[in-house]
């Protein structure tokens, strides 16, 4: 046997390590028990692949990021195995890792219900026990299609093999445009096959090391994401390094289930989608119309405070502007299909922009009007698949909070930075407080406009900007519109969700055309620069975000009813409808519950309702000419006088104070 040398590189430091022939990567680490797999030459590899000279070897530990995607993949392979076991007619799909675990994807002659994923949950939970080991074979085209007969849908994706396969929904986890591999789930003790897959790999060395997981949910989904293929059964799950790590996420799903803004829309009565109008398209209630309007009002004193000026432009346009500002070949897939009216094609907008062009293009511009800062409430028009359409926050139409500035390419630095710290803030006035920021850059595509180096000086510019704000910056090679980079506002919620907030591009293709001009000092023709901005990306989407941040509990500024008065008795109703028009007076939104229930069950109503104040009266309070408050804490206040009460509501207000 011959000697080989390999690098072991963990974090910046490098090993060198003579081993002989034919050893393997489990060998290389042979009892550090925490490493699952190795990247080898940069490619993910089980932990069984033999080293060959020169290789540059990284432990994958469970506990990383390729660790866990490992975890959550082998997972679904028992998950597939347990399946096929209890429901031997059952087809394959695909079952890659996603955010937080894994899904399996299956072709059964009747759809799952609660009861089978706990009888599949047990089946799997002895798989695992077994210690099954995970054995890779390198596999022909004919071989595989050979063994997997019986297995329509991983034909298919035999036939995908190569980059075809990479761009379809999951497909990537079962086979690449490399090699072909099956994975045999083996006996640990007889050798005996178990069960077999289609696989890209890696995996785990052996299903005991697979310590936490459960079965989530049941859903139906089309095969490779598109709704012309037959619709399959897909199996949600989770899994973890610990049970603990389970148990923690396990809360923290429980926890994002009550917040979940669609079930606190209907129990608060905000809004609704009915099925009339169509998915991801909403109403909002009475209640959920002022939480909005109190939104967008603020937002809008705000801007007017900065130097916008609001514009408002039409829902529907004629084909060539969209051809024009390159969203039709570029945006097509996300806007709807068009109209034709008078021997021409409209489209319902799926974006602001061009139409802000065309208002900046009205008449000649001078450089004394730059920066110009064009504001508009928008509603947009989108064409989402059924299967992402999400309650507000991914919808069919919304409206977007969209602003263009335009400017010299001198005025860009400074714009850009007031730009930020005015989202930043304006966020911070919502109750958000924990951000980071994104930097999506162009990539290879060739949906790309523009030249490099315009690319370059606008990415400078983003980086630059976000560089004075002092957040953590994450890099999104490839991320970019089609026309410049951007920077996305990143925003953590009070149970650590992130969300995509604000975002804000740098545009040097729009305005050239769009042939935007303004007259310069020395009274050349220049094109100005363009910025797009849209500060909250939805209303309907950032009302779902706060609605989930606050779970319903908004603070007085923001709640729909600030106060409520609750009469101990009905000969009280006339005294606290008499407090309530003073508060509303006072610019306050406050009602009286004059309703035949009991002054307890209206109390519990109020608490359900999430009303920030509750006011009750009595005798005793119409004697002293005050009110007793009651806090959504439970604690109460007695004997308040009735002008001291309205002031500790408004100030509440004033403050935007949580109470």
């Known amino acids: 046997m011959s000697d080989v040398r390999v690098i072991i590189q963990r974090d910046s430091e490098r090993e060198e ?35 060959a000279d020169g290789d540059e070897v990284e432990p994958v530990e469970l506990t990383s990021p390729d660790g866990l995607d490992i975890l959550r993949h082998s997972t679904a392979h028992v998950l597939a195995q347990a399946v096929q076991e209890l429901y031997p007619e059952a087809k394959l799909g695909i079952g890659p890792p996603i955010k937080d675990g894994f899904y399996y994807d299956f072709d059964v002659p009747a759809p799952f219900h609660p009861e089978d994923l706990g009888r599949i949950e047990k089946q799997m939970q002895r798989i695992q026990k077994q210690g099954q080991r995970f054995v890779r074979r390198v596999v022909g085209d004919d071989e595989a299609r050979a063994e997997l007969a019986a297995e329509p849908y991983k034909l298919e994706l035999i036939g995908l093999k ?97 917040r979940d803004h669609r079930k606190l829309g209907a129990e608060l009565d905000l809004f609704s989608i009915p099925e009339e109008l169509g998915s991801g398209l909403a109403v909002f209630h009475p209640k959920g119309g002022t939480v909005r309007r109190v939104m967008e009002d603020y937002s809008r004193r705000r801007h007017e405070a900065a130097g916008y000026e609001f514009v408002n432009t039409p829902h529907i346009s004629k084909r060539k502007l969209f051809e024009t500002s390159g969203h039709l070949p570029n945006y097509a897939e996300s806007m709807f299909p068009p109209m034709e009216f008078e021997g021409q094609d409209y489209y319902l907008k799926a974006m602001n922009c061009p139409m802000h062009n065309l208002i900046f293009r009205a008449r000649g511009r001078s450089y004394r009007e730059l920066p110009l800062r064009l504001f508009e409430f928008g509603t947009v028009y989108r064409y989402e698949k059924s299967g992402v359409v999400h309650g507000l926050t991914r919808a069919r139409g919304f409206t977007q909070d969209d602003s263009h500035i335009y400017c010299t390419k001198e005025q860009m630095p400074d714009e850009l930075d007031g730009l930020l710290t005015f989202v930043l803030n304006l966020l911070r006035d919502y109750g958000l407080d924990e951000f980071y920021l994104e930097l999506s850059t162009r990539g290879d595509s060739d949906k790309f406009i523009g030249e490099p180096e315009e690319w370059a000086e606008a990415t400078d510019a983003l980086r630059e900007a976000a560089g004075k704000q002092g957040l953590e910056l994450v890099m999104d090679p490839g991320g970019a519109a089609y026309y410049g980079p951007k920077i996305s506002v990143q925003a953590r919620d009070a149970i650590g969700r992130t969300w995509q907030m604000s975002t804000i591009q740098v545009d040097f293709q729009q305005p050239k055309r769009f042939d935007l001009e303004y007259t310069a000092a020395d009274g050349s023709r220049q094109t100005p620069v363009m910025l797009h901005r849209a500060l909250f990306g939805s209303i309907e989407r ?41 508060a509303r007076a006072a ?20 608490q359900k309702s999430k009303v920030p104040f509750m006011i009750i009266a009595g005798d005793d309070d119409i004697a002293a000419g005050a009110v007793s408050f009651r806090y959504r804490d439970g604690s109460q206040r007695n004997g308040v006088p009735r002008a001291e009460a309205l002031r500790e509501i408004a100030e509440a207000v004033e403050t935007r104070a949580q109470v």
């Open 587 to 606: 610019g306050l939104r406050m009602e009286v519950d004059a309703s035949s229930d009991r002054m307890q069950k209206k109390i519990r109503n109020a």
């Open 162 to 258: 190569g980059a075809a396969a990479e761009s379809a929904e999951g497909a990537d986890a079962e086979v690449g445009a490399g090699e072909l591999t099956i994975y045999d789930n083996v006996d640990a003790k007889s050798g005996e096959l178990c069960w077999k897959d289609l696989c890209r790999g890696p995996h785990l060395p052996n299903t005991r090391l697979i310590p936490a997981f459960k079965l989530m949910r049941s859903a139906a989904a089309y095969w490779r994401g598109s709704e012309r293929n037959p619709q399959l059964q897909r199996i949600y799950g989770t899994a973890w390094p610990t049970k603990d790590e389970l148990k923690a996420h396990l809360a923290f799903l429980a926890e994002a289930e009550k």
């Open 17 to 51: 390590r003579v081993v002989t022939t034919g050893t393997t990567a489990a060998a290389l680490f042979e009892g550090e028990r925490s490493v699952v797999a190795a990247r080898i030459g940069g490619e993910l590899r089980d932990l069984t692949h033999p080293l």
């Open 542 to 582: 950032f009302f779902a975000v706060l609605l989930e941040h606050y779970a319903g509990v908004f603070p007085p500024w923001l709640a729909p009813v600030q106060a409520v008065g609750i009469p101990i008795g009905d000969g009280h109703i006339p005294y606290l409808q008499e407090f309530a028009a003073e």
